[in-house]
């Protein structure tokens, strides 16, 4: 938790690429993924109100220079 208030988790998935070099799925298993790229999700979700609330947030991370 977050200031007691937000609870943030962060999920790393393996990309799957198709022939043509396009992503086309994920996984979380390394077995048939691009070894330089990751999908990254981060969800943060809080109470309000008596209900639970989040926003999730969605992006790629690459190793461009092969290092």
């Known amino acids: 938790l977050v200031d007691n208030i937000f609870d943030r988790r962060v999920r790393f998935e393996g990309v799957i690429r198709n022939g043509a070099e396009d992503i086309v ?3 979380c298993s390394s ?3 691009d070894p ?3 999908l990254v999700r981060v969800t943060v979700s809080w109470q309000d109100n008596g209900a639970t609330s989040s926003t ?3 992006t790629y991370f690459a190793n461009l220079f092969g290092n």
């Open 36 to 38: 330089d790229t990751r």
């Open 31 to 33: 077995m048939g993924t």
């Open 25 to 27: 799925g994920t996984s």
């Open 56 to 58: 999730t947030m969605t």
